[in-house]
């Protein structure tokens, strides 16, 4: 929902939901500073070591609300990066207003600290934490030695803040090498011996021989020399 229409919509609920001759009112401001308080105890509860910067957009200051009799109910924030929108609902009496923020997020989390090729292995002397705006992104990495040892599966310039998809863990598996293959039917789990047909790591499917049938399959690797078929 693009900003006009969403300011537009919120106007046309306020004009609905504006209180009689006589009823009480709360100031926008009010709601604007719950809002305020809402979005950071929502984003401290994603990320609880970020540093989080919000910016309401205003509600006109001519609009005026019943004041709540009620908790009101904000609802999840929708949207992607920076700019998102979300709800603001009184239940007593009834009335709902769409309101629009801007996020960002920092924290110090894993970076590569030079420009690094494809299958590089990570290490602390091309690795750094730093403060990085997060915002919008996920699967990054908050410790060093979590990926130390890991190799890159492309190329990253630098200062790239690391994802999973990035990178990957070391070789668990290597090419040829005796594997147990275990599947499970039915509650009853199958272990039969086999060989890896290609290199892996753990989380990774890779192609093994069923030593017993001569069959190639795919399966997981759980740990070196042992793979699960999924």
Not at 14 to 29: D, K, M
Not at 50 to 64: C, D, F, G, L, Q
Not at 132 to 148: A, E, K, P, R, S
Not at 160 to 183: C, G, S, Y
């Amino acid at each position: 929902m693009n900003r006009i229409r969403l300011i537009c919509l919120s106007a046309l609920i306020l004009i609905l939901s504006a209180p009689q001759s006589g009823s009480a009112a709360i100031p926008v401001t009010a709601l604007e500073n719950e809002a305020q308080a809402y979005l950071v105890q929502h984003y401290r509860t994603i990320a609880p070591s970020a540093r989080t910067e919000i910016k309401i957009n205003p509600i006109n200051r001519a609009v005026k609300l019943h004041e709540c009799q009620q908790p009101i109910h904000f609802g999840t924030p929708r949207g992607n990066g920076h700019r998102i929108s979300f709800k603001a609902v009184c239940s007593a009496p009834f009335w709902q207003i769409f309101m629009a923020a801007e996020v960002n997020l920092f924290a110090p989390v894993v970076v590569s600290r030079t420009s690094l090729p494809r299958n590089s292995v990570l290490s602390a002397g091309n690795l750094q934490l730093k403060e990085m705006d997060i915002t919008g992104q996920t699967d990054f990495f908050y410790n060093l030695t979590t990926v130390t040892g890991w190799t890159t599966k492309r190329s990253l310039a630098a200062e790239t803040i690391l994802t999973a998809d990035m990178v990957k863990q070391p070789t668990t598996i290597q090419r040829n090498d005796a594997v147990l293959i275990e599947a499970q039917r039915d509650h009853v789990v199958i272990r039969v011996p086999g060989t890896a047909l290609e290199e892996g790591s753990i989380g990774e499917q890779i192609r093994v021989r069923n030593d017993q049938s001569g069959r190639e399959i795919k399966a997981i690797v759980i740990a070196p020399g042992q793979v699960k078929v999924p």
